[in-house]
């Protein structure tokens, strides 16, 4: 992958950040919409465009291979669409949570567990559409409190899942190594390694 690729993968991992931090913004409570329903509408709506930009960061890092597949991979915007066409290129293409060990020589990876998988962005992506759109009256309403008492665990899967991770390129043997918050100034960057045996 060359440096404009690599580039705008962290551009959306970017985005993941300032979303992240809009989340904490409203769930801690330290800003408000000024009322409930609207915070929870708020925070999952980012959830949702988070999961967005998993799916357009992954259709970055595939895009040549996923092009000759798919004419319309520049107009895709729907997550669950855009990971059933990747998979079906690159059945590695979601992150792989991981953290260092720092004890070993050389370091290591070591997976994370708790993260939310790619079966969990789907359905949380299909659970936050559901408060797009104002439900209709005479039929069954949204539980408000399940989103309520979600938002939480959903952040910190995504958190775990991203943090650090591991992306498979279509060249099997080259990773992207992305650490979220990897300088100072708490932007992404992003390190490619190539497979060697042993």
Same mark, same amino acid.
């Given at each position: ?14 985005? @993941?950040? =300032?979303?992240?931090?809009? !989340?904490?913004?409203?769930? *801690?409570?330290?800003?408000?919409? #000024?009322?409930?329903?609207? /915070? ?6 980012? @959830?949702? =465009?988070?999961?967005?930009? !998993?799916?357009?960061?992954? *259709?970055?890092?595939?895009?040549? #291979?996923?092009?000759?597949? /798919? ?28 953290k260092t060990n720092n004890n070993t020589i ?48 959903w952040y910190n899967k995504i958190l775990n ?19 979220m918050r990897g300088d100072e100034k708490g ?12």
């Amino acid at each position: 992958m060359d440096n404009n690729g690599i580039n705008a993968y962290l551009n959306q991992m970017f985005l @993941i950040n =300032k979303r992240m931090d809009a !989340i904490l913004n409203i769930g *801690l409570g330290e800003k408000s919409t #000024l009322f409930k329903y609207t /915070n929870i509408e708020f925070m999952t709506l980012q @959830i949702r =465009k988070i999961i967005e930009h !998993i799916a357009m960061a992954n *259709l970055i890092v595939n895009k040549d #291979l996923y092009s000759r597949y /798919n004419e319309k991979f520049a107009s895709n915007w729907n997550a669950r669409c855009i990971f059933r066409g990747i998979e079906k290129i690159n059945p590695r293409f979601y992150p792989e949570p991981v953290k260092t060990n720092n004890n070993t020589i050389p370091k290591q990876w070591i997976k994370v567990d708790n993260y939310l998988t790619k079966d969990e962005a789907i359905d949380v992506y299909d659970k936050c559409g559901a408060l797009m759109h104002v439900s209709n009256p005479y039929r069954a309403q949204i539980d408000i409190n399940y989103y309520d008492s979600h938002i939480h665990i959903w952040y910190n899967k995504i958190l775990n899942l991203l943090n650090q991770h591991i992306i498979q390129l279509v060249d099997e043997e080259k990773l992207l190594c992305i650490v979220m918050r990897g300088d100072e100034k708490g932007m992404p960057h992003g390190y490619e390694f190539i497979k060697v045996d042993g």
